[in-house]
């Protein structure tokens, strides 16, 4: 996957160009300064997804849908892990911010692939507890029996089936048109 957010070299401000130069393994073309050397990795960016799970509503699952979608999908509650925090730490800020739930435990469900976004997600399942208030990111909420959530064949959706699988459920699968990313600056 291409970055296009990266035009200009953030050290000295030359126009990027694809070049090639030698790394481990051989020549690799890559968004390079032609003037100062700088390279753009474009490594993959940790999300963080919980599997927000809540006691109180009779072990209920809570899924979101984002304000910015048109179509109304649930998902998993996610967000950007940042600077100095553990993911264990920022799946639970990121689940009070979104929700206002508060977070008693936070156990990994794994490591999944995203490689459409150029994302690697970490996935935990949440014990949360509190009133749900939704940020100004989330249109609405839904809560669901675990047997009655369908996966997605991609990030987030393999989490939550590793999940159901976990628990004794097997798992139902959707499979959902893959939708173009569009950006707002094209």
């Excluded at 800020?93 to 156990?107: F, K, M, P, Q």
Aim: glycine share 6%; aromatic share 8%.
């Amino acid at each position: 996957m291409s970055d296009d957010s990266y035009r200009y070299c953030p050290n000295c401000a030359t126009p990027l160009q694809m070049l090639a130069a030698d790394e481990d393994g051989g020549p690799k073309e890559r968004l390079r300064c032609p003037a100062c050397r700088w390279t753009h990795w474009n490594n993959p960016t940790p999300v963080l997804a919980a599997i927000v799970e809540l006691p109180e509503h009779d072990g209920r699952v809570l899924l979101a849908r984002n304000a910015a979608w048109t179509h109304r999908m649930f998902a998993l509650i996610t967000g950007f892990m940042e600077a100095g925090e553990s993911p264990k730490d920022g799946i639970a800020r990121e689940v009070a911010e979104e929700t206002s739930l508060t977070v008693d435990a936070a156990n990994l469900v794994g490591v999944y692939e995203f490689t459409r976004m150029n994302q690697v997600i970490i996935a935990y399942h949440v014990l949360a507890r509190g009133d749900i208030m939704l940020s100004p990111e989330l249109a609405e909420y839904k809560l669901f029996r675990p047997e009655d959530i369908k996966c997605w064949r991609a990030g987030t959706g393999y989490a939550v089936a590793d999940w159901l699988t976990s628990r004794g459920i097997t798992p139902q699968w959707v499979d959902l048109p893959l939708r173009p990313v569009v950006r707002n600056d094209q």
